[in-house]
């Protein structure tokens, strides 16, 4: 299980995949609302002029010293729905993130966000 209060200490590390091949680098951690628990990485992908960033679930991730490893493959990751660097994920796009992924979407009762930043 990873702990909530070790977020911090994540960002920067290398995202890899089930493979070891390097993704991105991890910016952010967004929790699941509903469990207070990681949920969600964004990892910054791209060219240096060029930068954007992809979520992945932490389902099964792995943190290790320097890196967090996935359980999804590079290419896939690559191809989630993505986000400048200085945007937050429209509330309208979450669901898109969770079915890119095969995952079931399940925003709160008043239809309150699944997932927050931290």
């Not at 910016?27 to 949920?39: G, H, N």
């Not at 060219?47 to 890196?67: K, N």
Request: hydrophobic share 40%; charged share 25%.
């Amino acid at each position: 299980m990873i702990q909530t209060a070790d977020i911090r200490e994540w960002r920067a590390h290398d995202v890899v995949d089930a493979d070891g091949h390097k993704i991105g680098t991890l910016e952010a951690v967004y929790v699941d609302t509903s469990t207070d628990e990681p949920a969600m990485g964004t990892v910054q992908v791209g060219l240096p002029t060029r930068r954007h960033l992809v979520f992945v679930p932490l389902h099964r991730a792995v943190v290790g010293p320097g890196y967090v490893k996935v359980d999804y493959k590079r290419a896939l990751v690559k191809r989630c729905p993505a986000i400048g660097t200085d945007d937050v994920l429209p509330v309208e796009d979450e669901a898109a993130v969770f079915t890119h992924y095969g995952l079931l979407y399940q925003p709160g009762a008043n239809g309150e966000r699944q997932l927050a930043r931290r």
